[in-house]
């Protein structure tokens, strides 16, 4: 089993950047790769951004590449997501998941994952 917390959403001014961290406990956390999922009122949650450890390939939506970065410290057990040069349409509720790190399913769909942390809300205002 694998406990997800997400922290560092808020309300922020669109232009602005926020750091989202989601912190694993539980089973090992090398083994596992986290991606990162949004979901806007009225939405269906999509996929944003998610990192492959073990091939260093990165995975972003269309709509947040240039602007959204994944990175870990394994130290810590915890993975964040930097968002800069946000937009009000980013607003959404933002969850972390964790999947093994070795499965062969695509990282942009949720059937990788098989942990979900609880959410964090963004808020961007223009």
């Known amino acids: 089993q694998v406990q997800l917390v997400e922290s560092g959403g808020g309300l922020v001014q669109a232009g602005g950047s926020l750091r989202l961290s989601c912190a694993a406990s539980?089973?090992?956390?090398?083994?596992?790769?986290m991606g990162w999922f949004r979901q806007a009122p009225g939405k269906e949650r999509e996929f944003v951004a998610a990192f492959d450890w073990s091939s260093g390939k990165s995975y972003d939506a269309d709509s947040v590449k240039g602007r959204f970065t994944v990175s870990r410290d394994n130290s810590k057990n915890t993975e964040y997501l930097q968002m800069n040069s946000l937009k009000p349409e980013d607003t959404a509720v933002y969850y972390c998941a964790a999947g093994l790190r070795y499965s062969d399913l695509d990282r942009r769909s949720d059937r990788f994952y098989h942990y979900w942390g609880q959410g964090t809300q963004v808020t961007v205002f223009s």
């Open positions: 539980g089973r090992t956390f090398s083994s596992y790769d």
